[in-house]
């Protein structure tokens, strides 16, 4: 009969020390048990992370043994028109192949050859990094445009300028740059100029691999100027599909039926005169 009164001795000799104790027991337990259910959460997280990863690996599979088995011909898309389409006509495009298709149901309205993009990368000091490629997928015609003109991104200049062995050098409005015998390179309204001494200011005339070069810079001119649009590149027609990307003529026919744009579909120019003509907006694009 002594425990309940030496229990009683403890806590009336220990005072506050003997409180702290208890209480940091109390403390540790629960902690003991939080870890335990932190871990067996992680636990539970790494599991379905693996149990995901183990049924992409198995779709992913699946898919690639039926691309083999096709040999990427896309017969099996052609033979077949997709349930959601009724009777829309829809264009397909083949990147292995380097052929187009438009169809209504299984009838092939038009077939021709395109070139698509290289896959190739382009690396600028910085980090800056581009990859040209088709992007696959489901795409819509979402306009249609007479005489595109193609405003070239920062990657053209890039391209173009180790090409020719030129350091890029990049124009801002409102500042001019000196070229020699009191003439500058300058913005005038949405002009790219070259500015005399006497006043004289003779626009840019530019192309794709006509651009402004002064001594070892390549000039970068501002988006909002004529310079910075480049007209024929494109063709005549374009079938815009969003987000820089179309299906367009060319001023490279040589190009058709191989991996040689930075993205976008080429045709011949008489081929998206046919197809401008006949495809309407909104048409299914299928890019595989």
Aim: charged share 25%; hydrophobic share 40%; with cysteine.
């Amino acid at each position: 009969m002594t425990a309940p009164s030496e229990s009683r001795g403890f806590f009336a000799s220990g005072g506050a020390d003997a409180v702290l104790c208890v209480l940091a027991v109390v403390a540790a337990v629960a902690l003991a048990t939080a870890q335990l259910q932190k871990a067996r959460a992680a636990r539970r997280e790494r599991d379905l992370t693996q149990a995901v990863y183990n049924d992409n690996a198995d779709i992913l599979a699946t898919v690639r043994a039926q691309a083999a088995s096709a040999g990427d011909s896309l017969d099996k898309v052609l033979a077949a028109t997709p349930d959601s389409l009724g009777d829309q006509p829809y264009i397909v495009i083949s990147i292995a192949e380097n052929r187009l298709w438009y169809k209504r149901g299984s009838t092939v309205l038009f077939r021709t050859r395109v070139a698509t993009g290289t896959g190739k990368y382009l690396e600028r000091a910085g980090g800056t990094r581009w990859k040209f490629e088709t992007p696959r997928g489901r795409l819509v015609v979402i306009r249609k445009d007479v005489d595109p003109a193609w405003v070239p991104p920062d990657w053209h200049y890039v391209e173009m300028a180790r090409k020719l062995g030129k350091r890029l050098r990049r124009l801002e409005g409102g500042k001019s740059i000196p070229i020699g015998g009191g003439a500058v390179i300058a913005v005038t309204g949405n002009d790219v100029v070259t500015r005399y001494p006497d006043g004289r200011e003779v626009p840019f005339e530019v192309m794709e691999g006509k651009e402004i070069t002064v001594g070892r810079d390549l000039i970068v001119p501002p988006m909002n100027t004529n310079q910075r649009r480049y007209v024929g590149t494109l063709g005549v027609n374009r079938l815009y599909l969003g987000e820089g990307y179309g299906i367009h003529g060319t001023d490279v026919p040589s190009s058709i039926g191989r991996g040689a744009s930075h993205g976008c579909v080429r045709v011949r120019n008489e081929d998206i005169e046919t197809l401008f003509r006949i495809v309407p907006i909104g048409t299914p694009v299928y890019i595989y």
